[in-house]
């Protein structure tokens, strides 16, 4: 099974900072990977896809890089409303597996 | 709009069985590969299980945790998509998600219903 390690797993931040996410494979994956934004009692929400690509109406303080088998979240300026925990998942392969997560807090 | 809704969770036996439901609306059911993916509370997010497309012949794939208890399947003429659990255990209880995936094999959960909170205790 491919793991993915993310870190850190909890991250207290200012408005206005910016903030990285780092996602670590264990094998190569390609690029098949996507960040999701899960707020306390509500579904994921896809934010990136294909490592790098923007989901349609998510802010664009959000980007993602690839390189190799590290990948980055990067949130250019925290807004309040980015409070929420953060995840990682692979679909290269079976079983598709997710990150632990990282919280981020104000 | 796409919509998806999941329903059937409750408070179940361990040993019992369940099988929960997601109604999908918004979009062509029968184009998309569709996952369940769970979470324990307090916990991440675990995916369970995979049901391709009519293209790629409805074929499953499924978590080594759940193999042989869970099954994924779906109902393309009522746009249904299906998780059948047996013998459940005290470490399935979670919020049960149902998440649509791409045309094709290799492609993200960009759309997730509500939850369904599935609790197995005696």
């Known amino acids: 099974d491919i793991q993915l390690t993310q870190s850190p797993s909890f991250l207290s931040v200012s408005v206005g900072d910016r903030v990285t996410i780092t996602c670590r494979a264990s094998q190569g994956i390609g690029s098949y990977l996507a960040w999701y934004q899960q707020k306390p009692g509500k579904a994921p929400k896809l934010l990136i896809y294909a490592a790098s690509t923007l989901q349609s109406g998510v802010p664009s303080r959000f980007s993602g890089t690839r390189s190799a088998t590290e990948f980055t979240l990067t949130i250019s300026s925290l807004q309040p409303e980015d409070t929420a925990t953060y995840y990682c998942q692979q679909f290269d392969s079976y079983p598709l597996t997710f990150g632990g997560g990282t919280k981020v807090e104000i | 709009e796409v919509q998806l809704v999941e329903s059937g969770g409750g408070l179940v036996q361990p040993g019992g069985s369940l099988k929960l439901s997601c109604a999908a609306s918004g979009f062509t059911f029968s184009d998309h590969y569709m996952d369940w993916v769970r979470q324990a509370p307090g916990k991440g997010l675990e995916w369970v299980g995979r049901?391709?497309?009519?293209?790629?012949?409805?074929?499953?794939e499924h978590a080594a945790s759940v193999e042989g208890r869970f099954t994924v399947s779906r109902d393309d003429l009522e746009n249904f998509l299906y998780l059948r659990m047996n013998s459940l255990k005290i470490e399935d209880t979670a919020v049960y998600y149902c998440?649509?995936?791409?045309?094709?094999?290799?492609?993200?959960?960009?759309?997730w219903g509500q939850g369904t909170l599935v609790s197995v205790s005696s």
């Open positions: 998440a649509r995936g791409g045309r094709i094999g290799n492609a993200q959960n960009d759309y």
């Open positions: 049901i391709r497309n009519k293209a790629n012949g409805h074929t499953t």
